[in-house]
């Protein structure tokens, strides 16, 4: 599992834009992103390709679970040349704090889902704008 190291004020936004089937904008303290995603198989919509440059492929971005309104977990795996493997685990959020219940819940998902969440960190997110 790998994770953003020392990442602080980690925040995205997704949303549906005429121009691209979906677009995002991931913003850090110390750089921002841009990217966009698309539903590669309609029958399994959760399952999405995000890409963050026009060069590099779409990467997979399932989403595993989300309550519509609070949060959502998600998760990506690669494989490069059949040589290297990189997991990627998420427990997004609305607001920039969660509660203990709902990290908790999240990471019983990964774990029931055969996903290590043992190398997780929680960015930091103390004196951060408002704002994603």
Partial sequence: MRAAMGSQCRGELLCICSSHPI???RKGRLKTLEGTGVVEDIKQPAKLGISFSYVAPYSPYWIISTDYDKSAVIYSCTDILQIFHFDFAWILGRTRTLPADTINK??????????????MIASRQLGCDKEF
């Fill in 106 to 119: 999240a990471r019983e998902i990964f774990t029931n889902s055969n996903i290590d969440v043992t190398k």
């Fill in 23 to 25: 677009s995002g904008h």
